[in-house]
């Protein structure tokens, strides 16, 4: 009698966008924190820098539109404290956007791999609203919205 209950072996599922948007933080979170020629990673900056801040969340973008979220000019405000605390104010494209309980998740995450942040809060605000005219001229560009 044969068996037929056997399992085919499963293909590994292939990486999606967040593995890939995963890698590239880490990635960028490496390339930000420096270490040192032994191999020991050094104390934490006395700041967290702005510029860091930004270019982890430039790796964070809308799955429905190629352009990461600070380019489209869902960022309204970053505020760094002298602890390493970071908050953040951001919108989203319109109330209804897919992406409003990942997005703010995202940033969050992207933003605790910058060194020297000791804690993030993301906040999602809707006054002013969105509209394309917060858009980066790089955005524009490469939406054809110019």
């Not at 191999?39 to 510029?51: A, C, F, L």
């Not at 940033?107 to 060194?115: G, H, Q």
């Not at 993030?120 to 858009?135: L, T, Y």
Request: glycine share 6%; proline share 12%.
């Amino acid at each position: 009698m044969s068996d037929d209950t056997t399992t085919k072996p499963q293909r590994p599922m292939a990486p999606g966008p967040a593995d890939f948007a995963r890698e590239e933080q880490e990635a960028k979170a490496a390339t930000l924190s420096s270490w040192t020629p032994d191999g020991e990673q050094p104390t934490p900056p006395d700041h967290v820098s702005e510029g860091a801040v930004i270019d982890m969340i430039g790796t964070v973008f809308d799955p429905e539109i190629p352009v990461n979220i600070y380019e489209l000019g869902l960022i309204y405000a970053i505020e760094i404290g002298d602890d390493g605390k970071v908050k953040v104010e951001m919108t989203l494209t319109a109330p209804s956007c897919p992406s409003a309980q990942e997005l703010p998740q995202q940033v969050e995450e992207a933003i605790r791999l910058v060194p020297g942040v000791t804690d993030v809060s993301v906040e999602v605000v809707w006054d002013p609203p969105w509209d394309p005219s917060r858009m980066s001229e790089d955005a524009r560009l490469a939406l054809n919205m110019f």
